[in-house]
C-alpha cells in the first residue's frame, strides 16, 4: 500500500507521497491555503491510479481536509499524539513522520469514516470529555464564559456555518442567506480566512457576524495550553487583518472540551459558544435529514451548520428549506452576539 502525509505548519500544508517500499514517488510538497484543491486533486490521482491502494495520513491538529478527502472516496487514517514524535508548537508533525508511523505502526492508525468524522475510534474519550465538561458549564454559562443558546422568551434563531471560508459553498451559502434576508454567525478557520480574505470580507459586508473556530480544527483536548492559546490567537490576526477586527467568540471544533480546556479558553478572555441544535450536516444524511433537525430549533436556539469542511451540497440545498420553515414559525434569524445580548 502506498501512503500520503498530510501535515501543515503556518499558512500551508505539506504532502509526501511514498510508495509501498517507502521510496518517496511525490517528495514533501508544500500547497498555500489557497491551492488546497490542487492538493485534493493530487491524492486522488495517487489514489485512482496506484493500484494498490493509497492510504491519507493526518493528525489529530489537522481536521481542515480530512472531509473533502472521504467524501470523494479517499481513505483517511489519523495518527494519535501517543505514536507520534513530538510536534512544532504551531504545526502539526512533518509529513514523513505521518508515512513512518504509517509503515511501522499501522495498527495505531484510525481509519475515519463520515458518520464519525475525524474522530473516529475516540467518540467515547470524546463524550468523556463532554460529561465532566458539563459539571463546570452552568457556572461558565452564568458568568458569559459559555453560551449554547440564548432566551427562551424570544422568537430568535442563531443559525450558525463552521469550517469555512470555502471558495465553492460558501458564496453559495451568503447568497440564499441574502436572498431570504437573514443573517448568520460563521465560526471560520485560521487556515481558511489566510487562503480566503476576501470571503471573510464579504461575509462581513453582507451584515453577518465573524467568530473564531481555531487555526487548523484540532481537538483541542490534544493541545498544550500555549499551543491552544496560539490557534486563538493566530486565527483572531487573520480576522483581524481581514476585517479590521478579532473575534471573543470561539467554538472549539467538534464542540471537543474538557474542564481544563474550557477553563483556559475562560482565562484567555474569550466566551466559549457551542450549540443546542446540530442539524448534522458534517455526517451527510441527506437534505430531509438535515432540515428535519434544524427544524427542531425553538426560542434562542442555537442551530449547527457548516459551509466548509467535506461536501455541503447537502447543505445548500437544505438551507432555504430551513430558513422557510423557520421563518414561517414566526422566528427571526440573528447574530450570535445580539442572541447573546438577548
Known amino acids: 500500500m502506498w501512503w500520503a502525509g498530510v501535515a501543515w505548519r503556518g499558512s500551508d500544508f505539506e504532502a509526501l507521497v511514498v510508495d509501498d517500499e517507502g521510496r518517496e514517488v511525490v517528495p514533501t510538497t508544500t500547497f498555500s491555503g489557497t491551492h488546497t484543491a490542487q492538493l485534493i486533486e493530487l491524492l486522488a490521482k495517487y489514489a485512482a491510479d496506484e493500484g494498490a491502494g493509497l492510504g491519507t495520513v493526518i493528525d489529530s491538529t489537522n481536521g481542515v481536509l480530512d472531509g473533502h478527502l472521504l467524501a470523494l472516496g479517499l481513505d483517511v487514517y489519523r495518527a494519535d499524539p501517543w505514536s507520534l514524535p513530538g510536534r512544532p508548537a ?17 495498527p495505531a492508525l484510525s481509519k475515519l469514516t463520515i458518520s464519525d468524522g475525524t474522530l473516529t475510534g475516540r467518540v467515547e474519550e470524546y463524550l468523556a470529555g463532554l460529561a465532566r465538561s458539563a459539571e463546570i458549564e452552568p457556572e461558565l454559562i452564568r458568568t458569559g464564559q459559555c453560551f449554547h443558546r440564548g432566551s427562551a422568551q424570544l422568537p430568535e434563531i442563531a443559525l450558525t456555518f463552521d469550517d469555512g471560508p ?14 431570504y434576508g437573514a443573517v448568520a454567525t460563521f465560526f471560520c478557520v485560521g487556515l481558511n480566512v489566510s487562503g480566503y480574505p476576501h470571503l471573510v470580507r464579504r461575509t462581513v459586508d453582507e451584515g453577518h457576524l465573524v467568530a473564531n473556530h481555531t487555526w487548523s480544527h484540532p481537538y483541542l483536548p490534544d493541545l498544550t495550553r500555549d499551543e491552544l492559546l496560539r490557534q486563538i490567537d493566530a486565527t483572531n490576526d487573520a480576522l483581524r487583518r481581514a476585517t479590521g477586527r478579532p473575534s471573543t467568540l470561539v467554538r472549539p471544533p467538534y464542540g471537543g472540551r474538557t474542564p481544563e480546556v474550557l477553563g483556559w479558553l475562560a482565562g484567555h478572555g474569550v466566551t466559549t459558544v457551542l450549540w443546542d441544535i446540530d442539524a448534522s450536516d458534517w455526517a451527510v444524511p441527506g437534505t430531509d435529514t438535515i432540515v428535519a ?31 422557510e420553515h423557520l421563518g414561517e414559525r414566526g422566528y427571526q434569524f440573528v447574530t450570535l452576539d445580539k442572541l447573546i445580548a438577548g
Open 166 to 179: 470555502h471558495p465553492a459553498f460558501t458564496p453559495q451559502v451568503l447568497e440564499i442567506l441574502r436572498r
Open 293 to 323: 433537525r434544524a427544524s427542531q430549533a425553538a426560542e434562542g436556539s442555537v442551530i449547527l451548520m457548516h459551509d466548509a469542511g467535506g461536501d455541503r451540497t447537502q447543505t445548500i440545498a437544505a438551507l432555504p428549506r430551513i430558513l
Open 90 to 106: 504551531f504545526g502539526s508533525v512533518p509529513a514523513r513522520d505521518l508515512v513512518d508511523c504509517a509503515r511501522t505502526d499501522f
